[in-house]
């Protein structure tokens, strides 16, 4: 099989099994295509493990660990695929080796900054009333900046007090409460724009508001505000965190977050490990 070939239909596994974005499947497609110059005169289907360590150690100056890390991914991901296709019998980038990652803490609004960011966006009229209703769900939802983008006013049940995901990450649907604040934003905004089904969130144009204008809205709400650095993951991150740190149980922050793996929510323990300690200082007979 050519190798072109093999690629496409690795590609068309990913998307139609996992769900995986574009910018995934053009990672991994560039990944493959990398290895398969590396090989070159053999196909990808014809590498051993000594060859995978040769591409990696060729690459080794431009890589951080986690470039490591994620090339190292994607390539058993491929090479489980072509096991489960019947292309091979052995899959030899099972025994490479993965860096540690140190993973930074992901940024964290305090409450009162949160506060502040959706109680105060840019713009005036309907564009206000709009950019509230993002930073709401975006801070009270804690929903990815792609599932913001992808809402229809259908998936918002206003009575019910439930926003519906449906192209959550890996296409999987949640449910995740909508509080008063993120409901009665979003009641405003509707007020300017109307009932016409269709994308909740539209742009001047009256089309789907897409990933960079969202991310735009929150940057700039927060330079507005004297916050710098503020994205739309940030949302999410401070959402997670203020939850947790209010005493919700770790598995419902799953569930709303709509993470596969409970380690990814984890993360958001090491975020608040300042306020264990604070507690501890406060409270313990030797903190």
């Known amino acids: 099989m050519l190798s072109a070939e093999l690629r496409a239909r690795f590609q068309n596994w990913l998307l139609a099994e996992r769900g995986a974005s574009s910018h995934t499947l053009r990672a991994y497609g560039t990944e493959l295509a990398g290895l398969e110059a590396f090989l070159a005169p053999r196909s990808l289907t014809e590498a051993t493990l000594l060859d995978l360590r040769g591409y990696l150690a060729r690459r080794a100056t431009e890589q951080t660990a986690s470039t490591v890390a994620r090339r190292i991914a994607s390539l058993r991901t491929f090479y489980r695929w072509t096991l489960r296709a019947g292309l091979l019998v ?3 980038a099972e025994r490479l080796q993965t860096p540690r990652v140190r993973r ?3 940024r964290v609004l305090e409450v009162e900054e949160a506060s502040t960011l959706v109680e105060q966006p840019i713009g005036q009229g309907e564009r206000a009333a709009r950019n509230a209703a993002i930073l709401e769900l975006g801070y009270g939802c804690g929903l990815r900046v792609s599932e913001l983008s992808s809402l229809d006013l ?6 019910e007090g439930l926003v519906k ?3 959550g990450k890996g296409n999987k649907a949640r449910l995740v409460p909508l509080g008063p604040p993120a409901r009665d934003a979003v009641r405003v905004y509707l007020g300017f724009r109307g009932g016409q089904p269709g994308a909740l969130f539209l742009n001047p144009q009256g089309k789907r508001l897409g990933t960079r204008g969202l991310y735009d809205v929150v940057r700039n709400s927060g330079v507005n505000n ?4 503020v994205h739309p993951h940030a949302l ?3 959402f997670a965190t203020h939850l947790l740190a209010n005493g919700a149980d770790i598995r419902s922050i799953q569930e709303m977050l709509g993470h596969e793996s409970l380690s990814t929510t984890q993360r958001y323990t090491q975020v608040d490990i300042e306020q264990l300690r604070d507690a501890h200082r406060k409270a313990h007979p030797h903190g």
């Open 104 to 106: 930074p803490l992901p």
């Open 226 to 229: 004297g916050l710098a650095g």
């Open 236 to 238: 999410r991150h401070s």
């Open 154 to 159: 259908a998936d918002v049940d206003m009575a």
């Open 90 to 92: 052995e899959r030899p």
């Open 165 to 167: 995901v449906q192209k």
